[in-house]
């Protein structure tokens, strides 16, 4: 295989030991503009991404949310510092480049010999990442994928940390689309409420969250209702809940901080328990059943489930507020 080829199925950057090259052909093609000598063996092509740069100078791999990224995953935190992993025992008197941060770790490869594979790096992001952007980052990673990809994930985060393994047990749903999403259902959750995320409605389709079974939060993205079809459809999907007896509460991108979320929500729970909406009596028996049998699935033991007191002592410190307050009325 030619050399630029070579490099290019890499990844775009190579040690000189991973080419079957000599040291005088890589300087030619250096000299030629081809390739650009990153240190003494490191060797990228001029459109390299950092990331890669980054790890063959470390001798490592792109790991964590930077390996997540290169995956197609939008993830929370600085996307301008480069994340890389090396082995235990490599040296850790070697200063870092400015924007790079260094996990030393045993991983797995992915399908570039200078990434880390999908499972090694959610579990080393669900590390990284203070504990509510963990849970944000698994959302998306689970999102859309079977089951088997979650639990690789919990497992790989046990064997660094067994507190965060079973917080995040708890705590993470791929139903939940969007950061948003993640950070109103868990400060619901947090307030005492039974939440749901993903709840397929009759009639109505999938909603964002079914609160205590009687509230549907939907929480806008920042480019939501980009057309006018799809704000007449969102309407009309709130009038048949409505019939359904399943009242919506709509928040715009501004107004979804999750404190202001909890406190519009719980308000309109009180409203809601002093006269709480009724299905339309002339719909069919049927549809009856699926609502109730979707208000009893989003008010099961899972839905009031918080992962916080499974954590360790640092990540309780971050989250002390939790236990020192008292869910509102």
């Known amino acids: 295989m030619d050399i630029l080829a070579r490099i290019a199925a890499l990844g775009g950057a190579a040690r000189f030991s ?3 090259s000599s040291r005088y052909r890589l300087a030619t093609l250096v000299a030629s503009g081809s390739l650009e000598q990153l240190d003494r063996g490191g060797y990228a092509l001029p459109t390299a991404p950092r990331p890669i740069r980054v790890a063959v ?44 941060r260094r996990h030393f770790e045993t991983f797995a490869p992915g399908d570039l010999p200078r990434r880390v594979s999908l499972v090694s790096a959610a579990a080393r992001a669900a590390v990284c990442l203070p504990y509510d ?32 393994a079973a917080a995040l047990d708890v705590d993470v749903d791929g139903r939940s689309r969007s950061r948003i999403e993640t950070e109103a259902r868990l400060a619901l959750r947090r307030a005492g409420l039974r939440v749901a995320a993903g709840v397929d409605v009759p009639g109505v389709g999938e909603v964002d969250l079914l609160v205590e079974g009687v509230l549907i939060v939907e929480l806008d993205g920042y480019a939501f209702h980009s057309d ?10 709130a009038r048949t809940a409505l019939r359904l007896g399943l009242p919506t509460a709509r928040f715009s991108y501004e107004d979804s901080d999750p404190a202001h979320v909890v406190a519009e929500v719980v308000a309109l729970l009180r409203a ?13 028996g049927p549809i009856l059943a699926a609502v109730d049998a979707v208000r009893t699935a989003a008010t099961g033991p899972t839905s009031a489930a918080q992962g916080w007191p499974h954590l360790g002592a640092v990540d309780r410190r971050r989250l002390r507020w939790l236990a020192d307050s008292d869910p509102p009325r």
Request: net charge positive; proline share 7%; charged share 30%.
């Open 18 to 20: 991973e080419l079957d």
């Open 57 to 100: 100078g470390l001798n490592g791999a792109v790991s964590c949310v930077s390996a997540l990224r290169e995956l197609g995953y939008d993830m929370p935190g600085d996307a301008s510092v480069v994340h890389c992993s090396v082995p235990r025992h490599r040296g850790r008197k070697a200063p870092l480049p400015v924007g790079v």
């Open 133 to 164: 952007d963990a849970v944000v980052a698994l959302d998306r990673v689970t999102h859309a994928a079977d089951g088997a990809l979650r639990s690789d994930v919990v497992a790989a985060v046990g064997r660094i940390s067994r507190s965060r």
């Open 228 to 237: 006018r079809r799809t704000f007449r459809r969102d309407r009309s999907r």
């Open 272 to 284: 809601l328990d002093a006269g709480p909406s009724r299905p339309d009596p002339s719909l069919s």
